[in-house]
């Protein structure tokens, strides 16, 4: 009788709580994340476990260094290297540049052009900006303090206009239309709050700015789409097992009979709202380039199983055309969709 009853309070509360999120400006049902709130116990939970995620991602340690010239960049396996660079060719066909290019024409558009990056890490592609758009002011913005050193660390060793701000996202507020340039690189698909900071976004922009992004829109938790595990799956029974080898889930390597597609929000906040970022752009934002790309590609590449290519090997580089080329397939006849795109946006004001 108590277990009914609880089953019944408990359900009035969903009821509840999609009926108050129905009534939020832009509302999609958050579904699985609404229990998680900024300042609760849960969410906090989930902050602790992204700041140790990348701390430990970015080589342990979290202090400054003063080395100079260090990459500051996520470290990836040869063939996610491979496949990002024909991701930017893909996408330089389609709208006349790469990413790189689109922000570093922006930068260099003018003098003293003023760029905001949220979730920047360390900030290695933001140096890299600055070292090249030499009148450009660069802010990043970030919750990790501990990445934000090493950053500072190096923008100060080599006299670079970029400012590290330790900031969470979810709750921040940005000050009026300061920036001509957002850009968010892979940083929004961590976030909670997306309504909060696309407002914050469209506030700090001044009337002719522009916001840029590359991000993950897998399934919420970073699930695959069934039609794409279905694919998938028929892939991987055709790999040798030293293809199969996971490199990231466990304290050792080990083979995968069956490739990981586990709901990653139980823990963190990896793909928390994937699903929502493209429809709370295109509500809020006029689109000028969107490029999408990955419908494959992700999972078979990336940390997890990367690393079980050698590019110098014929098979490999044939597994990986391959792969590439039925990527593109799927994604061009519509069968799958994307896993990650490149965007340009305006505010609609
Ligand atoms: C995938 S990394 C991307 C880092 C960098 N933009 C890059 O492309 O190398 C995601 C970043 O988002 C940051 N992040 C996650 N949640 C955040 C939040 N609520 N507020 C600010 N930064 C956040 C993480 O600390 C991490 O540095």
């Known amino acids: 009788m108590l277990v009914l009853k609880r089953h019944w309070i408990r359900l009035l509360f969903r009821i509840h709580q999609m009926k108050l999120l129905a009534g939020s400006p832009g509302a999609i049902f958050r579904g699985y994340s609404a229990h998680l709130e900024p300042g609760g116990k849960a969410y906090d939970r989930h902050l602790k476990q992204e700041i140790e995620e990348y701390r430990r991602v970015h080589g342990g340690g979290g202090e400054a260094t003063s080395k100079p010239n260090i990459p500051l960049i996520e470290p990836a396996p040869a063939s996610w290297l491979d496949i990002q ?26 003098k003293g052009v003023r760029m905001l990056s ?15 758009a030499r009148s450009a002011k660069i802010e990043c913005i970030d919750l990790n303090a501990g990445l934000l050193e ?16 330790q900031g969470d996202l979810n709750t921040i507020l940005l000050p009026p239309e300061k920036f001509d340039l957002v850009f968010c690189h892979a940083s929004l698909h961590h976030l909670l709050e997306l309504e909060h900071i696309f407002h914050q976004i469209k506030r700090t922009l001044k009337t002719r700015g522009e916001l840029i992004v590359i991000d ?24 040798p097992a030293a293809y199969r080898v996971n490199h990231t889930s466990y304290h050792v390597k080990m083979i995968d009979e069956r490739i990981v597609d586990a709901d990653s929000r139980r823990s963190n906040m990896e793909c928390i709202r994937s699903e929502d970022i493209l429809p709370l752009l295109e509500a809020g934002f006029e689109t000028s380039a969107y490029v ?11 940390t997890m199983y990367g690393p079980n290519y050698d590019l110098a090997r014929a098979l490999d580089r044939a597994i990986l055309d391959w792969l590439w080329a039925l ?10 969709k994307p896993e990650t795109f490149f965007g340009i946006y305006r505010p609609k004001r």
Do not use: N
């Open 85 to 110: 660079g024909r991701a930017a060719t893909r996408i330089r066909d389609a709208t006349g540049d790469d990413m790189y290019g689109h922000v570093l024409s922006r930068l260099c558009a003018r």
């Open 118 to 132: 949220l979730g920047s890490g360390p900030g290695g592609l933001e140096l890299q900006f600055a070292r090249e």
């Open 150 to 165: 090493k950053g500072c660390a190096q923008a100060a060793s080599e006299g670079l206009a970029v400012e590290f701000r």
């Open 216 to 239: 993950v829109i897998t399934r919420h938790g970073y699930r695959m789409w069934p039609e794409t595990r279905k694919v998938i799956d028929k892939i991987w029974k055709t790999l």
């Open 292 to 302: 999408p790309f990955y419908s494959l590609c992700r999972r078979l590449f990336d």
């Open 327 to 336: 990527d593109c397939y799927y994604l061009g006849t519509g069968v799958l």
